[in-house]
């Protein structure tokens, strides 16, 4: 059958868990808070994930579950409680406090659910309580952000308006920039999930239309459409093919006349092919292999094969929902191996045998491949640059092709022609 292999695998994993998500969506929502409900395990991951921003007065937290908690000795919903309400009274600002779920609050089964209930009755009116879980049993890495999105979709006001809903976490200015694109095309009233105030939720109904920005939001899809929203399949906006036929099913849901559409996207089409020309360059006939870690790696791949000629080695994605990636899969080459999940020792036998050009992967892997000689790109890059949009497509091939370009640069100090001379000279 046409169409590229669909492959599953699993076994040991590289990848984050959903708790990671925590880092962008606290910048997009000012006043919510994350308060993990883990261990000093899971308050490592996310002080090391945030960097520096661990000391700019973050909005997450961890309530850390102590040898007392996991023993029974001490109530752990008291304890809870306790250390919510010492939060909010120490930080009046916030209006929304996510709960958000670990492996340890899952394994000694802590029923968030309900102090987040419990909690919505005391504080009512002044701080919202949600929770979802982030836990590596259950999420990886980007799943986060669809736990949290799915949990505020029960807080959406219904409305009945004709309007398109952005769903997904996006870099402000390419959030503001896809909306300015879609109004001159003659969408009137757009909102995103989630809001830039938490408490500034947009309504949802049967008048609302639903084009996701982001692959990995399975199951905030579903709760939508279930409120009656109309959920588009449409390719992602990475690259600028992407992100012309992601507009486009809009237009076309809300009927816009083709020439008007035209008018817009044009003129930025022809931008984006020369800005995309440098990158094509350096990029064209190189062997790409992409490792499982985001859901971002099927659109990813796409862009990269028509609009780069990159050669697909192998396609890895943690999760593939086949409906919501129809469409990318459809664009993808004949009996390129899609591969869901990972065994990850099986995928770098994989990647050696198979010398690609370029390997996209976490940092766990990136830096003893570079030293086998393989050029990598970090992926987690990906999610925190702004590279969704016609416009970003050329920014989005130069995180490409910085790598194999840097590679050459250093070449000579690499294998230099006379052994004795050192490399730092
Ligand atoms: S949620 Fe699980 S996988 Fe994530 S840091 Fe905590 S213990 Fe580790």
Not at 11 to 36: K, N, Y
Not at 70 to 81: I, R, S
Not at 270 to 280: D, P
């Amino acid at each position: 059958m046409a169409g590229p292999t669909l492959l599953k695998e699993s076994g040991p994993r590289e990848v984050f868990c959903g708790l990671t998500s925590i880092v962008w969506l606290h910048r997009r929502m000012p006043d919510a808070f994350f308060l993990v409900v883990g261990s000093r395990t899971c308050a490592h991951l996310i002080q090391s994930a945030a960097g520096v921003m661990i000391f700019a007065e973050p909005r997450f937290g961890t309530a850390i579950l102590s040898e007392r908690d996991l023993a029974g000795l001490a109530d752990a919903h008291d304890e809870l409680d306790r250390v919510c309400k010492e939060l909010l009274q120490r930080r009046p600002e916030i209006r929304t406090l996510f709960l958000v779920g670990s492996c340890p609050s899952e394994v000694i089964k802590l029923d968030l659910a309900r102090a987040a209930e419990r909690l919505n009755e005391e504080l009512s009116g002044r701080v919202r309580v949600v929770n979802y879980s982030g836990s590596g049993i259950e999420t990886t890495f980007t799943q986060g952000e669809d736990g949290a999105l799915a949990a505020l979709v029960p807080l959406l006001p219904a409305s009945d308006e004709r309007q398109l809903l952005l769903v997904g976490t996006l870099a402000d200015a390419v959030e503001d920039r896809q909306m300015h694109l879609f109004k001159r095309m003659g969408i009137e009233t757009i909102h995103s999930l989630p809001p830039r105030q938490s408490t500034d939720l947009p309504g949802v109904g049967a008048g609302t239309t639903v084009l996701l920005t982001q692959p990995f939001l399975t199951e905030t899809a579903r709760l939508l459409s279930n409120r009656g929203a109309t959920v588009l399949t449409a390719p992602f906006p990475l690259g600028a093919e992407g992100s012309r036929r992601w507009m486009e099913a809009a237009a076309d849901d809300f009927h816009l006349p083709n020439e008007r559409v035209a008018a817009v996207l044009d003129p930025l089409m022809k931008r984006a092919e020369s800005a995309l020309a440098r990158h094509r360059a350096v990029l064209e006939g190189k062997r790409i292999f992409l490792l499982p870690e985001s859901q971002l790696e099927l659109p990813l791949a796409r862009f990269l094969q028509r609009e780069c000629g990159m050669e697909l080695v192998e396609v890895g994605t943690p999760y593939l929902n086949r409906e919501q990636m129809a469409a990318e899969l459809a664009l993808l080459p004949d009996d390129v191996p899609v591969m869901e999940g990972q065994h990850v020792e099986q995928q770098l036998d994989r990647v050696r045998a198979s010398q690609p050009d370029l390997v996209v992967c976490g940092m766990g892997l990136a830096n003893p491949l570079e030293a086998e000689g393989i050029a990598t790109k970090w992926s987690i890059e990906l999610v925190f640059s702004p590279i969704h949009g016609i416009d970003q497509a050329g920014d989005l091939a130069e995180l490409f092709s910085r790598p194999l370009h840097r590679r050459q640069l250093i070449r000579p100090g690499l294998h230099p022609s006379n052994p004795d001379t050192p490399v730092h000279a």
